[in-house]
């Protein structure tokens, strides 16, 4: 059984036989210690980001249109015409501006009485909202909205929900930055690694020739 597992490695004699196959790999692992000066590099603007994210928009995730004014009977019920969007930016509750209400403030009121079924973060299981991934809330969820950014796709929505709830400006410049910074810039920065171990593996073979 141990010798049917070697049998696994066997297709990795073809990297010797063909030699750009070779070469990539001679150069991915010339790459490593550059890779890993790129990854860290990385690293350090994905949390600055996300630290920046989490200062602006830490209490953000919890303001919507409500029906009242204060929780009735443990309820803060939604207006059902805004119940997948923020309000407090560009959407201002159909000009009801005083309904842009957050659950967490009466959370913490002991004045006021809401059931857990009405908290905040029960508030946000929507599919807008990533079911509650796609919020600044702590250090852990604003990291992933601005993986989610570098990775550039889904990073328009989260934008979008924060131009209604937020500034809209603020909004608009923090995530264009973001976007140029770490998927322009930081992810090419390791393709351009890749690239120059890559080449500079072709001339030595051709020094070697």
């Not at 980001?49 to 830490?58: A, E, K, M, P």
């Not at 309904?99 to 029960?122: G, I, K, Q, T, V």
């Not at 990775?151 to 930055?177: C, P, Q, R, T």
């Not at 080449?199 to 030595?204: A, D």
């Amino acid at each position: 059984m141990a010798l049917r597992t070697f049998r696994l490695i066997r297709p990795f004699k073809t990297i010797t036989m063909l030699p750009n196959m070779r070469r990539f790999f001679t150069a991915l692992i010339n790459s490593l210690i550059d890779l890993s000066a790129a990854f860290l590099t990385t690293l350090f603007f994905l949390l600055i980001f996300s630290v920046l994210g989490l200062s602006l928009w830490v209490d953000r995730f919890g303001y919507f249109c409500r029906t009242t004014t204060t929780p009735m009977n443990g309820k803060f019920e939604l207006n059902p015409n805004y119940s997948t969007t923020l309000c407090g930016g560009k959407n201002d509750c159909g000009g009801q501006s005083e309904m842009c209400l957050s659950s967490s403030e009466f959370y913490r009121n002991e004045s006021y009485f809401l059931s857990d079924a009405y908290e905040w973060d029960n508030e946000l299981q929507k599919s807008s909202f990533g079911y509650g991934l796609m919020t600044f809330k702590d250090i852990f969820h604003s990291f992933i909205v601005i993986f989610i950014t570098t990775s550039g796709e889904g990073w328009a929505k989260i934008m979008y929900l924060l131009m209604d709830g937020h500034n809209y400006y603020i909004s608009l410049v923090f995530f264009i930055v973001c976007v140029i910074v770490n998927y322009f810039f930081m992810l090419n920065l390791t393709v351009a690694v890749l690239l120059y171990n890559f080449e500079r593996s072709r001339m030595v073979e051709i020094d070697i020739e």
